[in-house]
């Protein structure tokens, strides 16, 4: 079976602070992938990032980074000098990559940028 | 270029009519998806299908029923509405390890099914 857990229902930060949203999951493929989503007020769901399971290596892509730990089954998405724009529901997913592809969604992130 | 379509934006509808989705994707991908995302944002996969076959078919009322004419298409039907089908409908398409590419998804801009 496979679990996203995000426990951070909603969070509110200023502009220009740095903020982490967690992202823990479990799974018991040993191929597997994860994803960032971004949900913007406006509704569309914007694909972000993929990392698969074989590759640990963290990403930096702007003011956006992300942190994949296997070892503690997690995979943080940390933005740097927030701006109002960032302002979404951010989901972590995961994916087998097996015939019969399973896709698992976390709850979501509510995250408010306040100018 | 719009990558993945979905036609119509917005439906409201009484219960007990039927009603139909389409989704349409101009990325060449074999894969494309359902899912549901109720009032509290929560993502659900309805349904999955890899060039034109079924390969997802989550705990669904069998009121609702797929339809893909080719791999670019992937419609949704829905019989009987009730009121606890309003949600947004979500379509997606991705690769799925085609060519190397990823196992990401691509969604379309949503329907939002309204019931009264």
């Known amino acids: 079976a496979q679990k996203v857990t995000q426990a951070q229902t909603e969070i509110s930060v200023v502009e220009k602070e740095d903020v982490t949203l967690d992202c823990v999951y479990e799974?018991?493929?040993?191929?597997?992938?994860l994803f960032w989503y971004k949900q913007p007020p406006s509704g569309e769901l914007v694909f972000l990032i993929r990392?698969?399971?074989?590759?640990?290596q963290n990403e930096i892509s702007g003011r956006y980074s992300w942190n994949f730990q296997k070892s503690t089954s997690s995979f943080n998405f940390t933005i740097t000098a927030s701006q109002v724009v960032d302002s979404a529901v951010y989901f972590c997913?995961?994916?087998?990559?097996?015939?019969?592809?399973?896709?698992?969604f976390g709850t979501g992130t509510k995250l408010q940028v306040i100018p | 270029d719009t990558a993945v379509s979905q036609t119509p934006k917005y439906l409201v509808t009484q219960m007990g009519n039927d009603k139909s989705i389409k989704c349409e994707q101009n990325?060449?991908?074999?894969?494309m998806y359902w899912y549901k995302q109720d009032s509290k944002k929560f993502l659900k996969i309805m349904f999955s299908?890899?060039?034109?076959?079924?390969?997802i078919n989550e705990t669904v009322p069998n009121r609702f029923s797929p339809k893909s004419p080719d791999k670019a298409h992937l419609n949704l039907h829905i019989n009987s509405l009730e009121l606890g089908d309003s949600a947004v409908y979500f379509c997606?398409?991705?690769?799925?390890?085609?060519?190397?590419?990823?196992?990401?998804?691509?969604f379309g801009p949503g329907t939002r099914l309204t019931v009264t």
């Open positions: 997606a398409s991705s690769p799925r390890g085609q060519q190397g590419k990823g196992y990401e998804q691509y």
């Open positions: 799974t018991r493929d040993t191929t597997y992938y």
């Open positions: 990392r698969n399971s074989f590759d640990e």
């Open positions: 997913a995961l994916s087998n990559s097996g015939g019969y592809q399973k896709v698992t």
């Open positions: 990325l060449g991908h074999d894969t």
């Open positions: 299908y890899n060039n034109k076959e079924l390969i």
